[in-house]
């Protein structure tokens, strides 16, 4: 295992607490969306590229746990483009993601959307943006630097919101406190993790490849960090692993290189504890990320399961700046994207 080298990543965003008030405030917009299309609602599609479609898995989940009707599905802006959808229609919502604004896309897949009568929901930057012109409500957050939180929380405010207008959601009043308890939580979350961040920068420091594992919400964390935050920004050689899938096939390999458990408290936690129990036993270099060693001020105690898969998620976005700072790397070098025409 590689030695410890005191290297300090870079401050916590100055906007991270204000630009989550912000995202926060409005659970009203997804609450007054959800009670007008209520009546005539039934599929809700979760879409984005990138960091934006891994936004999505909590707010899949929790739809998947609550409700049969609306159905809803997450999918890549690409495949709502090529795929035919017999939902897609003026039943459908369409909750759309692009940091920008102007992903093609995702801007391709709400003009689809919007053609074929369904109603779009754009998470975007800021309001001078395609996606504000093509959207029939937009949620925004106004910061170039908080990003991975506030679309994962757009997205889960409007799956809460949806629930909610059915009848289907257990508890409102408490899952709207825990929501509102988001920015004081994840700023904590993000302090609390850097005990694991200077772990793990000195674990990935020099590796040829580093594995991640995540399980149901927790999924979506697990991609980003290995796609966007470790593939693209750290140019280091990344996989994400369903923690359901480990023990068929991965098992037997991953241990050779530096693994990365994410272990949220919602329901799929025991997959996670499998996992960490199996890594404890035959890894050598392994980590995990759990939300239950996070303290969530505010968050009510039966809300725990709700919050942590965003807790998770904005953890794990930290982590990228301490394996930067570990390799030396700049997170905004590319050659690829933005650079050439694909």
């Known amino acids: 295992m590689p030695s410890p080298v005191a290297v300090d990543p870079i401050p916590l965003a100055t906007d991270l607490t204000p630009t989550l008030e912000r995202t926060v405030a ?36 929790l739809m998947e746990s609550h409700a049969v009707s609306p159905v809803s599905h997450r999918m890549t802006a690409a495949e709502m483009i090529h795929r035919p959808l017999a939902g897609l229609d003026s039943s459908a919502l369409v909750v759309a993601s692009s940091h920008s604004g102007a992903t093609p896309e995702t801007l391709e897949a709400v003009q689809l ?13 800021a309001g001078d943006s395609a996606m504000a012109e093509e959207a029939d409500v ?35 009043r408490a899952a709207w406190r825990a929501v509102e308890a988001i920015p004081e939580a994840l700023t904590s979350a993000k302090q609390e993790v850097a005990p694991l961040g200077a772990r793990v920068g000195a674990q990935w420091r020099d590796a040829d490849l580093v594995y991640v594992l ?23 050689h ?34 996670g504890e499998r996992a960490v129990a199996f890594a ?10 759990d939300s239950a060693d996070f303290t969530l001020p505010g968050v009510p105690e039966g809300q725990r399961g709700l919050i942590s898969p965003l807790a998770i998620a904005s953890a794990s976005r930290r982590l ?12 905004a070098q590319r050659r690829y994207m933005y650079r050439v025409a694909y």
């Open 138 to 172: 937009l949620f925004d957050y106004p910061s170039d630097v908080t990003v991975t939180e506030p679309k994962a929380i757009h997205f889960t405010q409007v799956a809460l919101a949806v629930l909610e207008a059915a009848g289907a959601l257990p508890d409102p």
């Open 320 to 331: 990228l700046d301490f394996c930067a700072a570990e390799r030396g790397h700049n997170t």
């Open 238 to 271: 990344a996989s994400a692993v369903s923690a359901g899938d480990f023990f068929h096939g991965p098992f037997e390999i991953i241990g050779q290189h530096p693994v990365l458990i994410l272990n949220g408290e919602d329901s799929t936690r025991p997959m």
């Open 26 to 61: 409005q659970a009203a917009t997804a609450r007054e969306l959800a009670s007008r299309l209520t009546d005539r609602l039934r599929t809700v599609y979760f879409v984005g590229c990138g960091g934006s479609f891994y936004s999505t898995f909590p707010a899949q989940d």
């Open 113 to 125: 959307a919007k053609k074929a009568g369904a109603t779009v929901a754009g998470i975007a930057r």
């Open 214 to 236: 995540g399980a149901g919400p927790n999924s979506g964390a697990a991609n980003a960090l290995a796609a966007c935050y470790l593939q693209e920004m750290n140019w280091l």
């Open 280 to 289: 404890e036993r035959y890894y050598d270099t392994h980590a995990v990320l």
